[in-house]
């Protein structure tokens, strides 16, 4: 309790209020706090910097920006504001049901819908992960102590109960009961820098973690405990994906991606001839028995594989910066980013893999 | 009736005969007996003030065009240092047909009007933005952190190495949209202006400005190079420039009204006299404006228009009495004397309701109106002299031609010879409107066009409604140079800035910040708001650019520190050296009143909830801040200034006629072409500005005129014991005649107008035709309707009261 209250007042002076040692949680913060206010209601919602996209089931969600997630049932063609309790930026979406998914974001903020994304409740905020106890392990003495200002950044769930989220500064968050307890337990990576964590994904029943510095986990028991994974480059992934079980694709910085067919072991570096980070990554229906990806750039690139990943092409549109992209249920495909989101058509089938092709390292 | 017009003639006439030279007021004998003296002071007073008149300049100053009073200027002009380059930036997008401008010429054409164009005078050099200014930076993301430096690398030669740096240093720097082009066809010199020259200390001219713009233009736009310019510089450049065209829609106007008052005369000599004497009360007014300090701003340059206007009505009206007794076979001088007598009074006070409708507009606190207002009410002032005085007295020496004397009695000679009611077939129509019938009819008509006018005119707007300038025509060339700025670049041509003081140094506290952000998002909600930057948008970015450039970190950081960090990023115009001074500019998708009241309304509503000594949220500045201000002012203005118009009308009306009934028949016409006027405002979408509220003043000033002429005369039979309908009939002969030429000569001249290449003039144009020639209507029509219900003739006793007017005394 000690320390929850001193978590407290570490914010409210970081807010700039004179700490009121005792009293309830809300009422310390500023009522402008982003955690003390609603997303605000907007027609230009789906037009604000959104981060993340996913599916739930066959409706579009995304979310960014002063917390605003927004869901569409016709395939992008028209959204509507979901109601969300707080206005942090969201980072990171999944559903693990049609109806039931989390969204993640700043201030250490976890969100759950059951209702496929329409409304979305506060399970979990910066002030309560910092009173939570490290559980995870033996965590370096000097490691840093949570922040509640700190993100995270994006959120798994294998089942309705099973998930965790993962953050900055190597912070990774873990519930078996549908989140409403969660445990804290860092030390289950071993992160000793402390390195933050940008997706968490699984590729069949491994479950891989990527992040700054070349960061690369792997868990094969579900989470419980995680394994370093040489990486082949030493910048920062942003994201990862999996064409198919044990075949990986990370990605991130100044156009580094790379593809590895046998769970991380070896890595082929992708040339998709862009210079800009790769910031997000989705599938695509599997035609041929080779699934597609997508894969968009902070320079507002849209790349292409039909080879399960191995090879990229870059599409002739150039769209404002990009960051999350996901495909449709009618074959086509949506990005979000800057401006907010923007559906397009995919190239034909036809020019599969003539960008880049993936060299042998 | 047929008795009442045979004495009426006939007692001009007997009056023609006994005319005593020691009668008559004071003022009369003063000016008439120094004929010769009165007519050699205006000769020389000509000279000297036409040689002033040499000396007027031309000017649009941006300051004398605020409202500075308002809150908002008043918050502008506190923080106007912090503020540098908001409010009037001139825009200079240098575009290439080529498919993009990373070529070296491209670069040394932009490198060469960007030097020279930040020499020009008025300059705010160091606010001066385009790629060649070491001002712009980029900042970028590495394996490392945060990196920084000019946009335009160090060196530049023009290599395609260099021009591949050059690229990517824009495309990190977020000048994307700002200052160049998202198709990389055009980049943009942007360049805040002061309004008094730095160097020299002198205000800033616009016209020199204008033509260094577009001689700047002719050297430099080529094959490949297509140059837009944009800004109220521009606008005020481009006006004065048009003003020539003014000048030639001018002559045209008074051509018209001189071809007119020929036709009407068929008198050379009397038609000339007016024209002239019009013409002198113009040139001392465009002597006595740089005497008395002002300069012409391309909203007075109207003035001199109207005073000529209003000088050949009144001229008209003293031409056409001496004319007339001339006919009766007065001497010239007698006639001309006879009419001064009668008409002096009715001018007098026609000259004064127009000079105070005028100088009411000065309750509008926007010094350029004010100088409007000034300068008409001296013009009015000069026309009593030059137009109630000196014409008389010019005609007393020349006299008219014999044939046009006579010419001009026609239609009460020709009832004279048939011995019958045969009366002129327009002049008995408009009589008609004395009967009962034709009378309500009248009345009721105009009942439903006032309800209907009325109801039309709620609709009215402030402010303007249109894109681009509104003051020039939307396919004139500045107008097609902002729809291309606005429809490449993200920064629309109307910012409306929020400022934000702060204590010294804590401009950057977070809860400042989340204050700035949710008035930020307030307003990004609003339709009429296309996007906004701050340096919460800042913070936000330099949060990602600390995490290697990943959106996931877009967020406004609760670290103190890191915030911190990134101040030396923000954009200049956005935060000040010493911290104490936060702005956000709003860029809207137009400039539309009801866009900017959002806006005002936004801020307004935030500062009193979350003003505090931390931190306060001023509105306005910037061109949108400006205008709302603007717009404010005219509203409260507008309701405030008719009320005044009438009441001054009133009053006078009332000091002419001493009779309330007679103020509601020469009063409710007016009105009826107020509501009216405003409606076709509505219909033409026009909305009240800067530039057309003055012509609703000056609709009513003018308009009183026709009834003050028409009803003095009626009134004046009616005191002699009249009908009504034979006070009008006569009232009509001799001044309603007038009162139709001149309505249909002002109204055609005006109407040319709206020829021109200048959109608020061609408003203004349309708008006073209207006016001019409905209150010529409501004076024919109306009046003498209303004056069926409202009028009767006086007892025979009291008739032979002392009055001025002839047929009095011969009662």
Same mark, same amino acid.
């Given at each position: 309790?000690?320390?929850?209250?001193?978590?407290?007042?570490?914010?409210?002076?970081?807010?700039?209020?004179?700490?009121?040692?005792?009293?309830?949680?809300?009422?310390?913060?500023?009522?402008?706090?982003?955690?003390?206010?609603?997303?605000?209601?907007?027609?230009?919602?789906?037009?604000?910097?959104?981060?993340?996209?996913?599916?739930?089931?066959?409706?579009?969600?995304?979310?960014?920006?002063?917390?605003?997630?927004?869901?569409?049932?016709?395939?992008?063609?028209?959204?509507?504001?979901?109601?969300?309790?707080?206005?942090?930026?969201?980072?990171?979406?999944?559903?693990?049901?049609?109806?039931?998914?989390?969204?993640?974001?700043?201030?250490?903020?976890?969100?759950?819908?059951?209702?496929?994304?329409?409304?979305?409740?506060?399970?979990?905020?910066?002030?309560?992960?910092?009173?939570?106890?490290?559980?995870?392990?033996?965590?370096?003495?000097?490691?840093?102590?949570?922040?509640?200002?700190?993100?995270?950044?994006?959120?798994?769930?294998?089942?309705?109960?099973?998930?965790?989220?993962?953050?900055?500064?190597?912070?990774?968050?873990?519930?078996?009961?549908?989140?409403?307890?969660?445990?804290?337990?860092?030390?289950?990576?071993?992160?000793?820098?402390?390195?933050?964590?940008?997706?968490?994904?699984?590729?069949?029943?491994?479950?891989?973690? *990527?992040?700054? #510095? @070349?960061?690369?986990? $792997? &868990?094969? +028991?579900? =989470?419980? %405990? !995680?394994?370093?994974?040489?990486?082949?480059?030493?910048?920062?992934?942003?994201?990862?994906?999996?064409?198919?079980?044990?075949?990986?694709?990370?990605?991130?910085?100044?156009?580094?991606?790379?593809?590895?067919?046998?769970?991380?072991?070896?890595?082929?570096?992708?040339?998709?001839?862009?210079?800009?980070?790769?910031?997000?990554?989705?599938?695509?229906?599997?035609?041929?028995?080779?699934?597609?990806?997508?894969? *968009?750039?902070? #320079? @507002?690139?849209?790349? $292409? &594989?039909? +080879?399960? =990943?191995? %090879? !990229?092409?870059?599409?002739?549109?150039?769209?404002?910066?990009?960051?999350?992209?996901?495909?449709?249920?009618?074959?086509?495909?949506?990005?979000?980013?800057?401006?907010?989101?923007?559906?397009?058509?995919?190239?034909?089938?036809?020019?599969?893999?003539?960008?880049?092709?993936?060299?042998?390292? | 009736?047929?008795?009442?017009?045979?004495?009426?003639?006939?007692?001009?006439?007997?009056?023609?005969?006994?005319?005593?030279?020691?009668?008559?007021?004071?003022?009369?004998?003063?000016?008439?007996?120094?004929?010769?003296?009165?007519?050699?002071?205006?000769?020389?007073?000509?000279?000297?003030?036409?040689?002033?008149?040499?000396?007027?300049?031309?000017?649009?100053?941006?300051?004398?065009?605020?409202?500075?009073?308002?809150?908002?200027?008043?918050?502008?002009?506190?923080?106007?240092?912090?503020?540098?380059?908001?409010?009037?930036?001139?825009?200079?997008?240098?575009?290439?047909?080529?498919?993009?401008?990373?070529?070296?010429?491209?670069?040394?054409?932009?490198?060469?009007?960007?030097?020279?164009?930040?020499?020009?005078?008025?300059?705010?050099?160091?606010?001066?933005?385009?790629?060649?200014?070491?001002?712009?930076?980029?900042?970028?993301?590495?394996?490392?952190?945060?990196?920084?430096?000019?946009?335009?690398?160090?060196?530049?030669?023009?290599?395609?190495?260099?021009?591949?740096?050059?690229?990517?240093?824009?495309?990190?720097?977020?000048?994307?949209?700002?200052?160049?082009?998202?198709?990389?066809?055009?980049?943009?010199?942007?360049?805040?202006?002061?309004?008094?020259?730095?160097?020299?200390?002198?205000?800033?001219?616009?016209?020199?400005?204008?033509?260094?713009?577009?001689?700047?233009?002719?050297?430099?736009?080529?094959?490949?190079?297509?140059?837009?310019?944009?800004?109220?510089?521009?606008?005020?450049?481009?006006?004065?420039?048009?003003?020539?065209?003014?000048?030639?829609?001018?002559?045209?106007?008074?051509?018209?009204?001189?071809?007119?008052?020929?036709?009407?005369?068929?008198?050379?000599?009397?038609?000339?006299?007016?024209?002239?004497?019009?013409?002198?009360?113009?040139?001392?007014?465009?002597?006595?404006?740089?005497?008395?300090?002002?300069?012409?701003?391309?909203?007075?340059?109207?003035?001199?228009?109207?005073?000529?206007?209003?000088?050949?009505?009144?001229?008209?009206?003293?031409?056409?009495?001496?004319?007339?007794?001339?006919?009766?076979?007065?001497?010239?001088?007698?006639?001309?004397?006879?009419?001064?007598?009668?008409?002096?009074?009715?001018?007098?006070?026609?000259?004064?309701?127009?000079?105070?409708?005028?100088?009411?507009?000065?309750?509008?606190?926007?010094?350029?109106?004010?100088?409007?207002?000034?300068?008409?009410?001296?013009?009015?002032?000069?026309?009593?002299?030059?137009?109630?005085?000196?014409?008389?007295?010019?005609?007393?020496?020349?006299?008219?031609?014999?044939?046009?004397?006579?010419?001009?009695?026609?239609?009460?000679?020709?009832?004279?010879?048939?011995?019958?009611?045969?009366?002129?077939?327009?002049?008995?129509?408009?009589?008609?409107?004395?009967?009962?019938?034709?009378?309500?009819?009248?009345?009721?008509?105009?009942?439903?066009?006032?309800?209907?006018?009325?109801?039309?005119?709620?609709?009215?707007?402030?402010?303007?409604?249109?894109?681009?300038?509104?003051?020039?025509?939307?396919?004139?060339?500045?107008?097609?140079?902002?729809?291309?700025?606005?429809?490449?670049?993200?920064?629309?041509?109307?910012?409306?800035?929020?400022?934000?003081?702060?204590?010294?140094?804590?401009?950057?506290?977070?809860?400042?910040?989340?204050?700035?952000?949710?008035?930020?998002?307030?307003?990004?909600?609003?339709?009429?708001?296309?996007?906004?930057?701050?340096?919460?948008?800042?913070?936000?970015?330099?949060?990602?650019?600390?995490?290697?450039?990943?959106?996931?970190?877009?967020?406004?950081?609760?670290?103190?520190?890191?915030?911190?960090?990134?101040?030396?990023?923000?954009?200049?115009?956005?935060?000040?050296?010493?911290?104490?001074?936060?702005?956000?500019?709003?860029?809207?998708?137009?400039?539309?009143?009801?866009?900017?009241?959002?806006?005002?309304?936004?801020?307004?509503?935030?500062?009193?909830?979350?003003?505090?000594?931390?931190?306060?949220?001023?509105?306005?500045?910037?061109?949108?801040?400006?205008?709302?201000?603007?717009?404010?002012?005219?509203?409260?203005?507008?309701?405030?200034?008719?009320?005044?118009?009438?009441?001054?009308?009133?009053?006078?009306?009332?000091?002419?006629?001493?009779?309330?009934?007679?103020?509601?028949?020469?009063?409710?016409?007016?009105?009826?072409?107020?509501?009216?006027?405003?409606?076709?405002?509505?219909?033409?979408?026009?909305?009240?500005?800067?530039?057309?509220?003055?012509?609703?003043?000056?609709?009513?000033?003018?308009?009183?005129?026709?009834?003050?002429?028409?009803?003095?005369?009626?009134?004046?039979?009616?005191?002699?014991?009249?009908?009504?309908?034979?006070?009008?009939?006569?009232?009509?002969?001799?001044?309603?005649?007038?009162?139709?030429?001149?309505?249909?000569?002002?109204?055609?001249?005006?109407?040319?107008?709206?020829?021109?290449?200048?959109?608020?003039?061609?408003?203004?144009?349309?708008?006073?035709?209207?006016?001019?020639?409905?209150?010529?209507?409501?004076?024919?029509?109306?009046?003498?309707?209303?004056?069926?219900?409202?009028?009767?003739?006086?007892?025979?006793?009291?008739?032979?009261?002392?009055?001025?007017?002839?047929?009095?005394?011969?009662?």
């Amino acid at each position: 309790m000690a320390n929850r209250l001193g978590a407290t007042c570490a914010l409210t002076i970081a807010v700039g209020l004179a700490c009121a040692a005792l009293g309830s949680f809300a009422v310390d913060l500023d009522p402008l706090d982003p955690l003390a206010q609603p997303s605000a209601q907007s027609a230009s919602a789906p037009a604000a910097f959104l981060v993340a996209a996913t599916r739930a089931g066959d409706r579009l969600v995304a979310a960014g920006e002063a917390g605003v997630i927004v869901y569409s049932d016709d395939n992008g063609r028209s959204w509507k504001q979901a109601r969300v309790p707080v206005s942090v930026s969201i980072t990171g979406l999944h559903f693990a049901t049609p109806t039931q998914g989390w969204a993640v974001g700043h201030s250490g903020v976890v969100l759950a819908s059951g209702d496929g994304g329409q409304s979305w409740t506060l399970q979990l905020d910066g002030n309560r992960i910092a009173a939570l106890p490290e559980t995870g392990g033996e965590v370096a003495a000097d490691a840093p102590p949570a922040n509640p200002g700190d993100p995270l950044l994006d959120v798994y769930f294998s089942d309705p109960l099973h998930g965790h989220a993962v953050g900055a500064f190597g912070l990774l968050l873990s519930t078996a009961d549908g989140g409403r307890t969660w445990v804290r337990r860092n030390g289950a990576l071993p992160n000793p820098e402390g390195r933050h964590l940008y997706a968490i994904r699984p590729s069949g029943d491994a479950l891989y973690v *990527v992040g700054e #510095s @070349g960061s690369i986990f $792997v &868990s094969h +028991d579900h =989470g419980t %405990s !995680f394994a370093r994974v040489e990486s082949p480059y030493e910048g920062s992934f942003f994201g990862l994906a999996s064409p198919r079980p044990g075949e990986l694709l990370v990605f991130g910085l100044r156009g580094n991606a790379f593809h590895s067919a046998d769970g991380g072991a070896h890595w082929s570096r992708i040339d998709a001839g862009t210079g800009a980070s790769w910031t997000g990554a989705a599938l695509l229906a599997a035609e041929g028995g080779q699934p597609g990806v997508l894969m *968009v750039s902070q #320079s @507002g690139e849209v790349a $292409v &594989s039909r +080879d399960g =990943g191995r %090879s !990229f092409s870059v599409m002739d549109q150039r769209l404002p910066s990009l960051s999350g992209v996901v495909a449709t249920a009618d074959g086509r495909a949506l990005a979000t980013g800057v401006l907010g989101v923007k559906a397009f058509d995919l190239p034909a089938h036809a020019g599969q893999g003539e960008g880049g092709q993936g060299k042998g390292s | 009736m047929k008795h009442d017009i045979h004495r009426a003639g006939a007692s001009a006439s007997d009056e023609v005969t006994r005319f005593d030279a020691r009668a008559g007021s004071s003022i009369e004998r003063l000016f008439f007996n120094n004929r010769l003296w009165v007519i050699v002071l205006c000769a020389l007073l000509t000279a000297v003030l036409g040689w002033q008149a040499l000396s007027l300049q031309l000017a649009a100053s941006f300051e004398r065009m605020l409202p500075s009073n308002h809150s908002y200027i008043e918050n502008m002009r506190a923080y106007g240092k912090q503020l540098a380059g908001s409010g009037n930036v001139l825009r200079i997008v240098v575009a290439t047909e080529r498919d993009s401008i990373f070529y070296p010429e491209y670069m040394e054409t932009l490198r060469r009007i960007n030097d020279e164009v930040y020499l020009y005078p008025g300059v705010d050099r160091s606010f001066v933005k385009s790629i060649w200014m070491s001002a712009v930076r980029w900042v970028g993301v590495t394996e490392e952190g945060l990196e920084g430096g000019e946009v335009m690398p160090p060196g530049f030669d023009g290599s395609p190495d260099m021009m591949a740096q050059l690229r990517k240093n824009i495309e990190r720097s977020g000048q994307i949209g700002q200052i160049v082009a998202a198709d990389f066809k055009s980049t943009v010199i942007q360049m805040p202006l002061l309004d008094v020259d730095f160097d020299s200390g002198k205000p800033l001219d616009y016209l020199d400005m204008n033509r260094r713009l577009e001689d700047l233009r002719a050297r430099h736009a080529s094959e490949d190079v297509r140059i837009y310019i944009t800004g109220f510089a521009k606008v005020s450049g481009d006006l004065m420039a048009g003003m020539q065209q003014i000048i030639g829609f001018f002559a045209v106007a008074l051509g018209i009204c001189t071809a007119v008052l020929f036709w009407y005369t068929r008198c050379v000599r009397s038609t000339a006299l007016v024209v002239l004497c019009s013409v002198v009360a113009v040139v001392w007014l465009l002597g006595l404006l740089p005497l008395l300090g002002f300069e012409l701003n391309p909203y007075s340059i109207l003035v001199p228009f109207l005073v000529f206007a209003i000088g050949m009505s009144h001229g008209a009206q003293k031409m056409n009495g001496i004319m007339q007794d001339i006919g009766r076979g007065a001497p010239k001088l007698v006639a001309a004397r006879l009419t001064f007598r009668r008409l002096f009074l009715a001018g007098l006070t026609a000259l004064l309701a127009d000079a105070v409708g005028f100088a009411v507009l000065m309750v509008i606190d926007i010094p350029v109106i004010k100088d409007l207002a000034l300068a008409a009410s001296l013009g009015v002032g000069v026309l009593i002299f030059t137009n109630l005085v000196l014409l008389p007295i010019l005609l007393s020496y020349t006299g008219v031609s014999a044939a046009a004397a006579v010419r001009s009695l026609r239609a009460e000679a020709a009832n004279d010879e048939s011995g019958q009611a045969v009366k002129h077939p327009f002049w008995a129509f408009l009589d008609l409107f004395t009967e009962r019938r034709y009378a309500t009819v009248a009345v009721v008509v105009a009942a439903l066009l006032g309800v209907a006018g009325l109801v039309v005119s709620f609709e009215l707007k402030v402010g303007d409604l249109e894109a681009g300038a509104p003051e020039l025509r939307p396919d004139s060339r500045y107008n097609l140079d902002n729809a291309y700025v606005v429809s490449r670049y993200a920064a629309s041509s109307d910012v409306y800035t929020v400022m934000i003081p702060t204590p010294k140094g804590r401009c950057s506290e977070y809860a400042t910040l989340l204050r700035v952000n949710a008035l930020e998002s307030q307003l990004r909600a609003l339709p009429g708001v296309e996007s906004t930057l701050s340096f919460v948008g800042t913070a936000k970015n330099g949060l990602v650019g600390f995490a290697e450039g990943n959106p996931k970190w877009y967020e406004l950081s609760r670290d103190q520190a890191s915030i911190n960090s990134v101040a030396q990023y923000a954009p200049r115009e956005t935060l000040d050296a010493q911290c104490s001074f936060l702005t956000i500019q709003t860029f809207l998708k137009d400039h539309k009143a009801d866009t900017l009241l959002s806006v005002s309304a936004v801020v307004e509503a935030f500062g009193r909830k979350y003003d505090s000594e931390a931190a306060r949220f001023l509105p306005a500045a910037g061109n949108a801040g400006i205008e709302a201000a603007t717009n404010d002012v005219v509203r409260q203005a507008n309701r405030q200034m008719l009320a005044l118009v009438y009441a001054a009308v009133v009053l006078l009306c009332f000091v002419t006629f001493r009779s309330w009934r007679a103020v509601v028949c020469a009063v409710l016409p007016l009105m009826l072409t107020s509501v009216l006027c405003e409606a076709l405002m509505v219909w033409l979408d026009i909305g009240v500005k800067v530039a057309t509220l003055p012509v609703v003043a000056l609709g009513v000033g003018i308009g009183v005129d026709y009834a003050l002429y028409v009803l003095t005369v009626t009134l004046a039979g009616l005191r002699a014991g009249d009908s009504l309908s034979g006070a009008y009939y006569r009232s009509l002969l001799f001044t309603g005649k007038v009162v139709v030429l001149t309505g249909v000569t002002l109204g055609i001249a005006v109407a040319t107008w709206a020829f021109s290449p200048i959109r608020f003039q061609a408003d203004m144009g349309i708008l006073l035709a209207f006016m001019f020639l409905w209150n010529m209507l409501g004076a024919l029509i109306l009046l003498p309707a209303l004056g069926h219900f409202l009028l009767r003739p006086a007892p025979a006793t009291q008739a032979a009261g002392a009055d001025p007017l002839p047929q009095a005394r011969a009662a």
